[in-house]
């Protein structure tokens, strides 16, 4: 049986569900994420904006401002 | 969405470039304008000596790896900060990718050198953690290109930084730093060169390249950076960036074009830049002012505006020491022990 987009924060570390598929822009902006603060990875390889992610996929939203949270 | 020069699947777009890149040809991209901005700014001879101040994080293990792959003589320098958790695994990220790259890593350990971790240095000194942090960095970074013979030390800072510093200094019309705030400082009175070659780069990018480039660095920052102004203005600058893509460039790249001579001793904001230099003392990131008047520290030897150089002073508050073991207390004159202790209290 399928999951949701399991998605993993940072700072503090969390994780939310969110039903798929979803595109990884869409899922920033559900989310209220800076799409310039963060990457998207997915099984180690980043995930750019336009990707389609599906039922099942765990995905990582890493924050990349030096000194902070997403 | 397509690689703009292979047409390969892409996994990064760069909306201020208006171009998206597969893998290889985004590694390309970076050491690309990590190349340019050398030579652009005249940052490292071919044959210099480099030393990389190296924090485990993803922006000076990128610029390590960047340096090593372009052909500079590069080696890293690690400071162990004493920061609990954070600094055994900072330390590790450097150690291992050192140890996968064959790279030579020189290690100082605030705590074992010089008798002080930055916590209690920090609350000892009565600094907020990245003054105290930013100051024994500063210092240790300095003494360890003088005394390993390095032409040049190099730091992470990206286009964010910059960003956000000048974003700060502008904000508040800080003229003295204004006028410094250049990708590179030349070598003089006792400082080394230092350049930062990662301007050209945003976090996002350095962030992805270490991620397409196999490399794996500390993404959990430092405790003691939360409320950390400069993580506001960062916010700020992407909220304005993610509307406007290339504003950070434009505001930092523009201001070093058009504006940055008028705050230098030697442009037309020179006269202000001095007398503001002389009104503010130590500068707010706890450094010495720059500018005229440096003589060795009385205790250390490192240039200094004042008898005591501003690490020093850190040292005594925190009941640190200098590394070989000598404390440090007030008046006590490392190098003239026999002298009476001085009537003032240098301690500010």
């Known amino acids: ?70 | 969405m397509k690689c703009r020069v292979c047409r390969e699947p892409a996994v990064i777009d760069l909306k201020r470039h208006n171009a998206n890149f597969c893998p290889e040809h985004f590694t390309r991209f970076c050491r690309d304008q990590v190349e340019r901005t050398i030579a652009e700014f005249e940052m490292i001879a071919p044959t210099d000596r480099v030393l990389v101040a190296v924090s485990g994080g993803k922006d000076s293990l990128a610029v390590w790896d960047i340096l090593m792959d372009l052909g500079y003589d590069a080696d890293g320098l690690y400071v162990g900060l004493g920061i609990g958790e954070y600094s055994d695994i900072s330390g590790r990220f450097a150690r291992d990718f050192a140890a996968a790259r064959d790279a030579t890593l020189v290690g100082i350990d605030l705590t074992e050198d010089y008798g002080y971790d930055i916590p209690s240095g920090a609350r000892a000194a009565r600094r907020t953690p990245c003054s105290a942090c930013g100051l024994s960095k500063r210092h240790l970074f300095d003494r360890a290109a003088l005394d390993g013979g390095y032409d040049v030390v190099v730091t992470g800072h990206n286009l964010d930084d910059e960003a956000a510093v000048l974003f700060g200094n502008v904000m508040h019309w800080q003229t003295t730093y204004l006028g410094r705030q250049r990708p590179v400082l030349p070598a003089r009175d006792g400082f080394p060169r230092k350049v930062k070659p990662l301007v050209r780069l945003s976090e996002r990018e350095t962030a992805a390249y270490c991620i397409v480039s196999g490399i794996d660095y500390l993404v959990d920052e430092c405790p003691m950076a939360k409320g950390n102004k400069h993580l506001g203005y960062k916010e700020a600058l992407n909220e304005i960036e993610v509307r406007s893509p290339g504003t950070k460039a434009d505001f930092y790249f523009s201001f070093l074009r058009r504006a940055a001579d008028r705050f230098t001793p030697d442009g037309a904001g020179g006269a202000e830049a001095e007398a503001d230099a002389d009104a503010d003392g130590p500068g707010a990131d706890g450094s010495d002012a720059d500018g005229v008047g440096l003589r060795p520290c009385e205790r250390c030897g490192a240039p200094t505006s004042a008898e005591i150089c501003a690490f020093c002073r850190l040292l005594e508050r925190a009941g640190g020491h200098l590394p070989d073991g000598v404390a440090v207390q007030v008046g006590q004159h490392r190098d003239r022990p026999g002298q009476d202790a001085p009537t003032e209290d240098v301690v500010s």
């Open chain 1, 1 to 70: 049986m399928m999951g949701p987009v399991l998605v993993r924060l940072r700072n503090p570390n969390r994780e939310v569900t969110m039903p798929g598929p979803v595109l990884v822009s869409v899922l920033l902006d559900r989310l209220d994420v800076n799409r310039e603060s963060v990457l998207v990875v997915r099984n180690g390889t980043i995930v750019p904006g336009d990707e389609r992610l599906a039922d099942d996929d765990v995905v990582e939203i890493r924050p990349v401002i030096s000194g902070g949270a997403t």
